[in-house]
Every structure is written in C-alpha cells, then in structure tokens.
C-alpha cells in the first residue's frame, strides 16, 4: 500500500485533464494541468477529497457521492477568457454560491481560502 493515499487519484486527475485538453481540444484547461500539482498538494494538506464534472474541479471534505451533494464544495472552473472561476457552494444555504474569476497567478491563494471554510 503507498503512503500516497491521493497518489493514483493524483495520476487519474492530471491524465483526465490533459486528455480534455490534447483528445478534445480543450485549450482553456492547460492551465489548470499547469496549476494542479500545487492544487492538490493543497488539497491534501487541507485533508479534502476532489472529483470533477467535465472540466470543473472540486474539492469536498467528503470522499464519495451522496455526502459531497449534500455539503458544502469549492468549485474550480477553467474559463476561455484565460481566467478561472473559483467558487464557494452553499448546498444548504439559500446564498447558492460565492464566486470570484480571478487569474491563474491568484488561483492557489484563492482556492486556499474557500478551502480553509470547508475544513474549519
């Protein structure tokens, strides 16, 4: 067993994303290839779980479906305007989300404060 727990979901994740990306022509993505070590380091230090929807990325403190629909996420969406949108959703919460676009230099930073909301 590896001490990596994320490390085959580390591999599926970034090889999911570069297929959308090289297989589908994605381009708006490859920065969020470029940026998803740092991601998901960040990910693992917060101790949260990630899956995707199409190109979205989202991290949850829950590892499996139904929990993560019903609690709250940090949401992580490649725009074709070169930015990305980060945001907080509120399952439970008539607000529905917190958004922010921002650049992709914000984006660790960013995505680091939403997430220190889902574990706090």
């Known amino acids: ?8 979901n ?3 994740l970034k090889r999911f994303y570069v297929d959308l990306v090289v297989e589908y022509g994605w381009t708006h993505v ?3 290839v470029d940026a998803l070590d740092a991601l998901l380091a960040m990910r693992d230090a917060r101790g949260l779980f990630s899956f995707t929807s199409h190109e979205i990325l ?3 403190r829950h590892p ?5 629909a019903d609690h709250d996420v940090v949401a992580i969406t490649p725009l074709r305007s070169g930015q990305v949108e980060v945001s907080y959703v509120h399952r439970r919460d008539p607000r529905g989300k917190e958004s922010r676009v921002v650049s992709y ?7 680091d404060s939403l997430a220190r909301l889902l574990v706090a």
């Open 64 to 68: 499996e479906y139904p929990a993560w």
């Open 105 to 111: 230099a914000e984006l660790i930073t960013t995505v």
């Open 10 to 12: 580390r591999r599926d």
């Open 30 to 32: 490859s920065p969020l």
């Open 1 to 8: 067993m590896s001490d990596d727990l994320h490390g085959g």
């Open 58 to 60: 989202v991290f949850s």
